[in-house]
């Protein structure tokens, strides 16, 4: 069956280093992988797309790495602050998108 | 960047009663909106998926005599639960895509349903 995994429900980091966050999945062969951010009671708000093509991306101190051989995808927030503690979503699907459950990353002062 | 609205935000209801929930695409036409749910500290869940125009595709598991999904416009889609029961209280969010296949999508706000 199909799999989306995230490695840890919940990461703890100081604020200033680098948060990295890991998403896996089998039975897939997506054509590209997304990132959100979910507050709190809130709709996830799209961050990043990363094709099959394309081994990393970025987006200010955001960067994405996919691996299609180790059908893996890397997240990483650099500087991190305390404003960017949120949950982080991975998502794959074509059509019909699917997603991880999440991390709840938490950036302390 | 493009946006999605829901309405109501936030609503109870009695066991047995309906509930509509509206998903407007506000500044862009939506070819295809979804429908997810999302229990407490749970991911979000697909539902459904619709196109304009055309019957919801369901996902196994989701009863679609009891989530009746309408998607009568390219910028409106709506959800109405039948009979809500206590176990169908959760959040429930849309999003909406501009075009087929590969691309971002545009999540609403959400919508927190609680049944009594």
């Known amino acids: 069956s199909q799999k989306i995994e995230q490695n840890s429900e919940a990461l703890n980091i100081q604020e200033g280093k680098t948060a990295t966050l890991t998403c896996n999945y089998t039975n897939y062969s997506p054509a590209y992988l997304q990132w959100y951010r979910q507050d709190p009671g809130r709709g996830p708000v799209f961050l990043l797309l990363?094709?099959?093509?394309?081994k990393e991306k970025r987006k200010e101190r955001l960067k994405v790495t996919f691996d299609t051989t180790l059908k893996q995808s890397l997240f990483h927030i650099t500087a991190s602050q305390p404003a960017d503690s949120a949950t982080y979503l991975c998502a794959l699907g074509d059509n019909d998108m699917r997603f991880g459950a999440g991390t709840r990353l938490t950036v302390k002062p | 960047g493009a946006v999605v609205s829901q309405h109501p935000s936030r609503v109870i209801c009695k066991s047995g009663t309906s509930v509509k929930i509206e998903c407007r695409s506000l500044?862009?036409?939506?070819?295809?909106m979804f429908w997810y749910r999302q229990f407490p500290k749970q991911s979000l869940m697909l539902m459904a998926t619709?196109?304009?125009?055309?019957?919801?595709?369901?996902e196994q598991g989701v009863e679609k005599d009891k989530f009746l999904i309408n998607h009568a416009s390219l910028t409106l889609s709506t959800l109405t639960v039948t009979s809500a029961h206590p176990e169908d209280s959760s959040f429930y969010i849309c999003?909406?895509?501009?075009?087929?296949?590969?691309?971002?999508?545009?999540f609403g706000p959400g919508t927190r349903l609680t049944v009594l």
């Open positions: 500044d862009f036409q939506a070819t295809t």
């Open positions: 999003s909406a895509r501009t075009s087929g296949g590969a691309g971002e999508q545009f």
């Open positions: 990363i094709r099959e093509n394309e």
């Open positions: 619709s196109n304009e125009g055309s019957k919801a595709t369901y």
